[in-house]
């Protein structure tokens, strides 16, 4: 049996090193495009903020972990998939057959048509390459200017302010991380950023980056006035890699659907992690691009590929941020549910808000800033959907005490 494996990141080695445990004696190739040791981009802030060097982003740290698996890596990019002939068509013109190929080309990063993006100086932070030309400019006290304070945005400004550069944060929406956070949290994460000295501008856009006459960049804004910037960061949103499949027939979307087997729409091409549009936790479809889930498709893709029929349960919408020091958590539909309730409790001097969402006496969401005590068992409760019983209403008046509440329920003690 021959596998292909399209992407050499979390999905894609999961996948090899699973194949190889239930199929021993395989062919099993990885086809990355970057020239580096398969490794984890969400290794790459700790990289720029020192805590780790380029070794440490690699998946696998041993220099012949994939020789001693007998997995073979290709350094090539695949262009074209014929799924009648069972083959993958190579950026040099070559192809190479496979019994079963799985997608897991992961995603790149989306430029904004904004002139001046392709000048010297402006960069994205998606690749080790991108962090290597980010620390070169990340210098202390330069003037750098952030595009996007998305999910993404935010991890990248937390190692941007540990290099001691001059930041200012440019988000076209109204408030910062839209997708993970309401207005309530979305004003605590901003005023935490402004007081750790970061500009923070919301509901404005960069509408040309231009060459500053005196050297370095010229950010012009949809309004105020221009920024200065020695070097400009974009983290304006990603995009699953799956342009290669066009007339392949299998089928795309936001990216490739695959089913609860996380099979695609053509019998023996998989697909997992970024470059998946997979079952949700909560019954819907969706790209769900967070490493634990890559992991975690890549190791059931691999099981049903070598002919372990293995069922995907779903992932669960989680997100999780270190900001400047600020913990900030969403799970599930933290926005709420029609016809359910929402619990909130606010903080603003210890900057701590807490919000659960209920359908019935089950929570299906939560959302919560300045608090790590209770993100493993807010999970377990979402991820259960067990019953609170007469805690929902103990919850609906101090969303706080979700431990008692979650030690009461293993404990068959609801009713107390």
Known sequence: MKYIIAGTGP?????????????????????????????????????????????????????????????????DRITRVSAKKHEVTLDGGKTESFDRLLIA???????????????????????????????????????????????????????????????????????????????????????????????????????????????GLTVHLSQGRPLQAELVVVATGVR?????????????KDGVVVDDRLQSSVDGIYAAGDAAEGPDFSGGWMVHAIQPTAAEHGRIAALNMAGHETTYKGSLIMNVLDTAGLISTSFGHWQGVKGGEVSESLDRRRCRYTRLAFEGDVIVGALMLGRTDHVGVLRGLIQTRAPLGFWKQKLMADPNRVMEAYLACALDLSAA
């Open 105 to 215: 080309t992961g995603a790149s990063a989306v430029k904004p048509p904004v002139d001046g993006l392709d000048l010297p100086g402006v960069h994205h932070c998606w690749t080790l390459e991108d962090a290597r030309n980010i620390a070169r400019l990340a210098e202390k006290g330069s003037p750098v200017v952030l595009m996007g304070a998305g999910f993404i945005g935010c991890i990248i400004l937390e190692s941007l302010i540990s290099r001691g550069v001059k930041l200012t944060v440019v988000e076209m929406e109204d408030r910062m991380a839209p997708k993970m956070m309401n207005d309530t949290a979305a004003a605590l994460l901003k005023s935490w950023c402004q007081d750790k000295g970061v500009t923070v501008k919301t509901g404005t856009s960069v509408s040309k980056v231009a060459a500053a006459d005196g050297g």
């Open 11 to 75: 999905a894609g080695v999961i996948a090899a090193e699973t194949l190889r445990k239930v199929d021993p004696r395989a062919n099993i190739l990885l086809v990355g495009d970057e020239p580096e040791p398969p490794y984890s981009r969400m290794a790459i802030p700790y990289l720029l903020s020192g805590g780790i060097d380029e070794a440490g982003t690699h998946l696998r740290k041993a220099k012949d972990h994939y020789q001693g698996l007998k997995i073979r890596i290709l350094r």
């Open 240 to 252: 699953s890699n799956t342009g290669f499949l066009k007339s392949s027939g299998v089928k795309v």
